[in-house]
């Protein structure tokens, strides 16, 4: 004798061969999206990244502060005049909407010296927290085995994922190249 089945039960459509082929493709097209989500988040701009007019008004004014800095013990202690290009890695306090709200300035600094012919002399590629107030407070990391505990100390989360995943120097060689005509 045949088992009935009770009048409540939900009869399934059997899935076939096709229809499950059209699932996993599905489910490797969703998981590859997402991958490719997560493999370009590093560079995208980061959550407190300010906007472009405040960010380019911010680079200038941190260029400005790190050419004129006298403080002889300085991560950036040079002999020539001094010239540089930042690239803006994050502010204190984030998502700024003015330049005069930026109490510290994480950037990425290339800098380097020139003497009288204009030529490059010497330079420095370097992450750095520049406090905005008057005076200008410039730190950056130690050398060697220094550099990724002072990195982990001076820097936010964020912005020691950029610093860690990323070098800036040869990105900003063009800009340093185009200040040094600029001043000369």
Same mark, same amino acid.
């Not at 599905?26 to 490719?36: E, H, I, P, Y």
């Not at 510290?104 to 600094?109: G, L, N, P, R, S």
């Given at each position: 004798?045949?088992?009935r089945r009770p009048a409540s039960t939900i009869n399934l459509v059997p899935v076939g061969k096709i229809s499950m082929?059209?699932?996993?493709?599905?489910?490797?097209?969703?998981?590859?999206?997402?991958?490719?989500?997560?493999?370009?988040q590093p560079w995208r701009l980061t959550e407190d990244e300010p906007a472009v007019d405040v960010?380019?008004?911010l680079n200038a004014r941190?260029?400005?502060?790190?050419? /004129?800095? #006298?403080? %002889?013990?300085?991560?950036?202690?040079?002999?020539? =005049?001094?010239?540089?290009?930042?690239?803006?890695? /994050?502010? #204190?306090? %984030?998502a700024v909407s003015a330049l005069p709200q930026v =109490?510290?300035?994480?950037?990425?600094?290339l800098c380097s010296t020139a003497h009288g012919n204009g030529e490059p002399d010497s330079g420095s590629s370097m992450p750095l927290a520049v406090r905005l107030a008057d005076p200008v407070k410039v730190v950056g990391p130690g050398n060697g085995s220094l550099w990724e505990p002072d990195v982990r100390r001076i820097f936010p989360p964020h912005v020691q994922k950029l610093i860690f995943d990323n070098a800036y120097g040869s990105e900003l060689e063009p800009a340093l190249q185009q200040r040094m005509r600029q001043v000369s």
């Open positions: 004798m045949k088992k082929a059209w699932i996993a493709g599905a489910t490797v097209l969703m998981l590859a999206a997402g991958a490719c989500v997560a493999w370009l960010r380019n008004e941190v260029v400005r502060a790190l050419e /004129g800095f #006298e403080d %002889p013990d300085a991560p950036l202690g040079t002999t020539g =005049r001094l010239f540089c290009a930042v690239r803006i890695l /994050g502010t #204190e306090p %984030p =109490r510290t300035a994480y950037v990425w600094a």
